[in-house]
């Protein structure tokens, strides 16, 4: 953060002289106007949504919405998506650079050796009915995982919030993947040290003890790269909550967890499942038209899961490389004639012509495309986003742990009350 010498001047009808602002640069993006003095004069901001609000500063990400534009530590999402892979950009979000071929190495085999879950944690999956979401159970395990881990929760410990993590990173795949056994009816699957991130989650999710499982390389390629493509993605609802559970001093676990809750609802995480559950309802081409003049009436609730976005007022960069996986993905399994696919792309084409959705600068976003991917390859819709929450972990955990190992303070918004005023109790003879 650069201190500018620049100051915004605030005008207050009854306040007699202006406010002086502070004003602060980022390297990239907005300048901010501090307002955190206004409260001293008797004055609150208001922004329900966040929608002007910068809650933090932080060097992990950017986004240029205007532009579509997304950086991790500096490095377009287009060219990561091309010429790195996840574990490489976990690495990149933990430590603000790149890896040599050494630390890779090593970051890689740190985080395979501790993809193995309690024994015990297995057993908190018998809790839940089979046909429990497995949303409900990711956010029961991982907050649980807080109760073994005890040797490594002083939040003030550098060495405590990286093995932290590590084992949040690795193990996320492996309760994933037993959320998905369970509901199955079948058999958790261990760990292999001998697979890759992405190939070691498939073999979990679909091999059983019964036969040998080798996981394809270009579908793990493409799990590899959808898990990428949701890393991080600067302050957005459910990194929101993660930071203010963390800033009560909430173990990472937790905070974590919270942010797995944060992620379901279907505005955020939980479009990708909704964006699969809307092309089923409308059923086929036929009835777009109908489904579109809906999400256009103000009247009616439906939106158009997949399309839209609070930052992105451009195309998703994301979606682009998502759709491009989706056509890799789909030839290789011989079904790029998905009649879900033609739909979703007869959707976008219209929304990308429509003046409803031109004017207000409704694109295609990330989750727009990687359900249809995730359900070729043989991923039930409600785990669509257990396996967003997994890309996401790693840019919970390093926001997490940049607030952590700087200088922060409890997050406690105000409000504009809008209640009753003071009153004396009325007995229930005068009710
Ligand atoms: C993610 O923040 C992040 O970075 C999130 C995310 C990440 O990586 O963490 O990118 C992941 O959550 C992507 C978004 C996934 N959600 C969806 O696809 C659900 C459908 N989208 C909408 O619910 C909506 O677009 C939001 C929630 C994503 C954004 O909502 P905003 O910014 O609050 O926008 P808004 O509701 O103020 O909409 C502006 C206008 C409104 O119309 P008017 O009142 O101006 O006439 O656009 C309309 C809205 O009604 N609109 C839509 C629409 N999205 C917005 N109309 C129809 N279909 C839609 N999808």
Redesign the pocket.
Known sequence: MTDTNKTASLTVPGIAEPIELAMHSGTLGPDVIDVSKLVGKGLFTYDP?F?STAACDSDLTY?DGDNGVLLHGGYPIEQLAEHSNYLELCYLLLNGELPTKQQAEEFETTITNHTMVHEQLAQFFRGFRRDAHPMAIMCGVVGALSAFYHDSLDIDEEHHRSVTAHRLIAKMPTLAAMSYKYSQGQPFMYPRNDLGYAANFLYMMFGTPCENYEPNPIIAKAMDRIFLL?AD??Q????STVRLAGSTGANPFACVAAGIAA?WG????G?NE??LNMLAEIGDESRIDEYVAK??D?DDPF??????????KNY?P?AKVMQQTCHEVLSELGVEDSPTLKMAQRLEQIALEDP??VE?K?YP????YSGIILKAIGIPEELFTVIFATG?TPGWIAQWNEMISGSYKIGRPRQLYRGPAKRDYTPMAKR
Do not use: C, Q, W
């Open positions: 949504g929608v986004i949701h993605h600067e957005n609802a459910s990194t992620l279907p505005s955020h995480g479009a909704a964006v999400a256009k103000k939106r158009l899961m997949g399309f839209g976005h609070r930052v992105y998703d994301r409803y959705f207000r409704l976003n990330v989750d727009f996401r």
